[in-house]
C-alpha cells in the first residue's frame, strides 16, 4: 500500500535557458548584446573599472645580522646598515654531531662568540671569529670524511682478506 505517496506531485525538473532573462535586453549600450548561455566562448567583455585581484610576492630569505651605524653631522643624522658577518652556527652544529665533535665544539664556540660580537657591533672581532668558527668546522667535517673512508677501506679490506 502507498501509505498516500501516491498524490504527491514529483518535482519540477530542471529548464535550461536558450536565451537570457528578459531584463537583459531592457539594458543600452554595448552590454545589451548579451550572448546566450548556450554558446561556447566569453559570456561579456569585462568591465572597465572592476577590481584586479591583488598578487602577493613572497621573499623568503634567510636571516642575516645587521648592524647600524649612525653617524650624527651638522645638518642631519647619516644612518647605514651594514650587515654582520656569517656565523656559521648551522655548518658548525653540523660538524660537530656528524663528523668530528671535539673540534665542531670548538666550532660552536667561536660562532657564538661571532654572534655575541655583532650584537656588540664589534664587527673586526665577530668577522675573524666568523672566519675561525668556519675554519674549525670544514677541519671537522674534513676529518669526519677521512675516518669514514678510511673505515670503510679497512672494512672492504677485512671482508676481502
Not at 2 to 10: L, V
Not at 100 to 122: D, H, M, Q, Y
Not at 127 to 139: G, P
Amino acid at each position: 500500500m502507498d501509505k498516500g505517496y501516491s498524490n504527491e506531485k514529483p518535482p519540477p525538473s530542471y529548464q535550461e535557458y536558450g536565451e537570457p532573462p528578459p531584463s537583459y535586453f531592457n539594458q543600452s549600450g554595448p552590454a545589451a548584446s548579451a550572448p546566450s548561455f548556450n554558446q561556447p566562448g566569453p559570456s561579456a567583455p569585462p568591465l572597465l573599472h572592476q577590481p584586479q585581484p591583488q598578487q602577493y610576492n613572497t621573499i623568503i630569505q634567510q636571516p642575516v645580522n645587521y648592524t647600524i651605524v649612525q653617524q650624527h653631522g651638522s645638518a642631519a643624522t647619516n644612518t647605514v646598515i651594514v650587515a654582520g658577518p656569517n656565523d656559521y652556527f648551522g655548518l658548525s652544529v653540523f660538524a660537530c654531531l656528524c663528523c668530528c665533535w671535539p673540534i665542531g665544539i670548538f666550532a660552536i664556540l667561536k660562532s657564538v662568540e661571532s654572534r655575541n660580537a655583532t650584537t656588540a657591533n664589534n664587527l673586526p672581532v665577530a668577522m675573524a671569529a666568523s672566519q675561525s668558527a668556519r675554519r674549525l668546522a670544514l677541519i671537522s667535517i674534513g676529518i669526519g670524511v677521512c675516518v669514514f673512508c678510511a673505515l670503510i677501506g679497512f672494512l672492504t679490506i677485512g671482508a676481502v682478506g
